[in-house]
T-cell receptor, first 112, second 112 residues
Framework: GESVGLHLPTLSVQEGDNSIINCAYS??????FIWYKQESGKGPQFIID?????DKRQGQRVTVLLNKTVKHLSLQIAATQPGDSAVYFC???????????FGAGTRLAVHP | NAGVMQNPRHLVRRRGQEARLRCSPM?????VYWYRQLPEEGLKFMVY????????ESGMPKERFSAEFPKEGPSILRIQQVVRGDSAAYFC??????????FGPGTRLTVL
């Protein structure tokens, strides 16, 4: 289940299940979106990206969906593993600018 | 090919002291970005630099903070007269032009 409070929202899943992490972005001019995984004490690690001229992109066990109409991005992880436990951030970038704008993050907890 | 390197990994300063954070980009990368992360929050853009130039400093506080990326050597983020509110994790990323940003492991600054 998902809980929201003062801390990061947490998504708890069973090992082997599929996970879906959602993100609402803010800037309709953003044309490039990235999902990052951050493990405790480490820097963000690139997972997958998508440009605004696409609505879906697949990687190994991961899929990113982009809905520009409602400014929504999602990350789907198939067959979630304990090693997937981390905080996941979406980030957006506007054409002509190099800075990334990060979302608030979702903690994924995978239980055996 | 070594990744983005940051040092120190942990830095403790007393209020009023100066903090210097260093970042060596990946080999072949001439673009450096600094981000700040508070606990349980996403990364916030601070500054974007190319060799010897500050390109975008829209996220930098107006006072006490400065950044440089000299022709030779690492990029430096300098915080003068630190206050407790400066305690955070500071991440550096590097890229080739308009390409994926690779993040370093971060420097965790604690102000006593």
């Amino acid at each position: 289940g998902e809980s929201v409070g003062l801390h990061l929202p947490t998504l708890s899943v069973q090992e082997g299940d599929n996970s879906i992490i959602n993100c609402a972005y803010s800037n309709s001019a953003s044309d490039y979106f990235i999902w990052y995984k951050q493990e405790s004490g480490k820097g963000p690690q690139f997972i997958i990206d998508i440009r605004s001229n696409m609505d879906k992109r697949q990687g190994q066990r991961v899929t990113v969906l982009l809905n520009k109409t409602v400014k929504h991005l999602s990350l789907q992880i198939a067959a979630t593993q304990p090693g997937d436990s981390a905080v996941y951030f979406c980030a957006e970038k506007e054409d002509g600018y190099n800075k990334l704008i990060f979302g608030a993050g979702t903690r994924l907890a995978v239980h055996p | 090919n070594a990744g983005v390197m940051q040092n120190p990994r942990h830095l403790v300063r007393r209020r009023g002291q100066e903090a210097r954070l260093r970042c060596s980009p990946m080999k072949g990368h001439s673009h450096v970005y600094w981000y700040r992360q508070l606990p349980e929050e996403g990364l916030k853009f601070m500054v974007y630099l190319q060799k010897e130039n500050i390109i975008d400093e829209s996220g930098m506080p107006k006072e006490r903070f400065s950044a440089e990326f000299p022709k030779e050597g690492p990029s430096i983020l300098r915080i003068q007269q630190v206050v407790r509110g400066d305690s955070a994790a500071y991440f550096c990323a590097s890229s080739q032009l308009n390409n994926e940003q690779f993040f370093g492991p971060g420097t965790r600054l604690t102000v006593l």
